[in-house]
């Protein structure tokens, strides 16, 4: 079996170094990947007995269309999340386009003029920039008069207490944290870690909205950033959650009140939850959920397979190869535009969709930089599906991300790997190294 592996390996282009390089370092990873799965296993427990608990039906699949009053399928499935995501309320629909728009519905739907946002993780994710008015946009945040105050990390990229503590004042009203690094070279963060933080800031100011950005970490851990006191957790469906099925969507769960905030922003004042039809996603919405613990699983594996790889090559990665995990995003430092360029056409060529397509850098909306992203996905934008994108400009980092199967995020390394070799950016006597190396271990 192993000789028809490498042989089809090597038909899709893959040198007998690279995936030598490859079949090494996964050896030495079983006992992580069996850790992964043990996690997996317990969040399928988790979404099954919340369907469960919930009496899921066929019924739940219906289409709905119009208004959407009376959908169950809907209805019932923002109580699965609530009851997976241990919150009083959630709320899951297809009108909420992406995670930027999530976040904005929650920030907007629970300040008001007057009022101060704080985050005390230093900068936001680049799309909310334009959402909080830090860049300037129409609709922003700022324009409503909602100011902005921020607290920037420690050089260790974890949290300066003291000054948070000095930031929050009378107007604060609601703390953002973002989980994920986003485009930027600090730790993510882990459950714990958040709920320390909330557990500070909440000693401060107890009537303080804690919100978790939440993207890229469901399902990472055995908890979420709402079972240690985050009183709002956001995400897409288009990321962890939706399986890689969801064709559209985000959610907003915790405390009932500023769900139903939310809702009222969401649809109109007066209508809230009760509007909304689902069109037909019911079904791969409750799929996608179901899945997800084990495609996250399936995400870890490449994640932690790349950052073992391009950590014996000499890059800084992030997180490195041994640490915990706190969501599915694998940072590689190349230090060069052409490392990021090279690494995002590998990723773009081990894809089933658009594989023959060669990603350039573009001036994508919501970034102050040029962006490139390598994506052939079944779900367009869906960062649960193998991709990997990155700002050119310095470091020069990619942000490598997804895989609903363990094969493909495997796939997809060795070729972002033998791409770099093709391109230059590693030289063969590198990867010789490389290969010693391990042999040597």
């Known amino acids: 079996m192993q000789q028809k592996l490498n042989e089809i390996y090597q038909d899709m282009g893959i040198s007998e170094e690279v995936l030598r390089v490859g079949n090494q370092i996964e050896t030495e990873l079983k006992e992580r990947f069996e850790q992964f799965d043990a996690i997996a296993e317990y969040n399928q427990l988790k979404v099954i007995h919340a369907m469960q608990k919930n009496r899921v039906s066929a019924e739940c699949f219906n289409y709905a269309d119009g208004y959407g009053y009376n ?173 890689g099925l969801a064709p559209i969507g985000g959610y907003v769960a915790g405390r009932e009140d500023l769900i139903e905030n939310c809702a009222c922003r969401l649809t109109s004042p007066g209508l809230g939850k009760e509007v909304g039809a689902s069109l037909g996603v019911m079904k791969s919405f409750y799929q996608g959920f179901f899945l997800s613990p084990i495609i996250v699983c399936s995400a870890l594996k490449g994640a932690v397979f790349a950052a073992n790889i391009y950590e014996r090559l000499g890059y800084h990665v992030i997180p490195n190869g041994t640490e915990s995990r706190h969501d599915i995003i694998q940072a590689v430092q190349f230090g060069t535009p052409e490392g990021v360029i090279a690494f995002c056409k590998g990723i773009q060529a081990a894809a089933p969709v658009d594989s023959y397509v060669t990603p350039v850098p573009w001036a994508m909306p919501g970034y102050d930089s040029d962006v490139i992203m390598a994506a052939g996905a079944f779900v367009q934008g869906a960062s649960i599906e193998l991709s990997a994108d990155g700002p050119i400009k310095p470091p020069y980092a990619v942000y490598f991300q997804g895989g609903l199967t363990w094969p493909h995020a495997r796939l997809g390394i060795l070729k972002s790997l033998q791409q770099i070799v093709n391109d230059g950016v590693v030289t063969g006597q590198q990867l010789q190294n490389c290969i010693q190396e391990n042999k040597n271990k």
Not at 137 to 160: C, H, K, M, N, P
């Open 71 to 243: 959908d169950p399928g809907r209805d019932l499935l923002e109580k699965v999340y609530a009851d997976t995501f241990h919150t009083e309320a959630a709320l899951v629909r297809p009108q909420i386009t992406c995670g930027t728009h999530a976040l904005a519905l929650a920030l907007s739907a629970n300040l008001r003029p007057g009022d101060e946002l704080l985050s005390p993780v230093g900068k936001p994710y680049d799309t909310l920039e334009e959402v909080i008015g830090i860049r300037e946009s129409r609709g922003s945040l700022a324009e409503y008069g909602i100011t902005y105050r921020q607290v920037d990390l420690l050089e260790d990229g974890y949290f300066d207490y003291p000054a948070i503590e000095k930031a929050i004042n009378e107007k604060t009203k609601v703390v953002t944290i973002q989980r994920s690094k986003g485009y930027q070279t600090r730790p993510s963060y882990s459950v714990e870690k958040i709920g320390e933080l909330i557990a500070f800031i909440k000693k401060i100011k107890p009537d303080v909205i804690c919100m978790v950005d939440n993207c890229y970490g469901e399902f990472v851990e055995t908890i979420e950033p709402s079972d240690v006191g985050a009183d709002m957790i956001v995400g897409s469906l288009i990321k962890n959650p939706g399986g």
